[in-house]
């Protein structure tokens, strides 16, 4: 196994479920077209809040890449 080079990109999944269904709806759309994507990190977690209740999620990710030879 060789060594890889890696791209990251910045996104922001939105969900009115949780921040785990934003970062999985980021991720679906993302893999829409972008390759080779191996791994996340949240960056950022934030909601809206409405009558006192989380109405909506937003998680930022960093997204990786490998870059094909």
Not at 10 to 38: F, P
Not at 45 to 51: F, L, N, Y
């Amino acid at each position: 196994m060789g060594s890889h080079i890696y791209k990251k990109v910045e996104l922001v999944g939105t969900s009115s479920e949780s921040s785990d269904k934003a970062v999985e709806n980021a991720l679906e759309h993302a893999a829409k077209s972008i390759r080779n994507m191996d791994w996340f990190e949240v960056v950022e977690t934030r909601g809206h809040v409405v009558d006192g209740k989380v109405a909506h999620w937003q998680v930022v990710i960093k997204v990786g890449f490998r870059l094909e030879d």
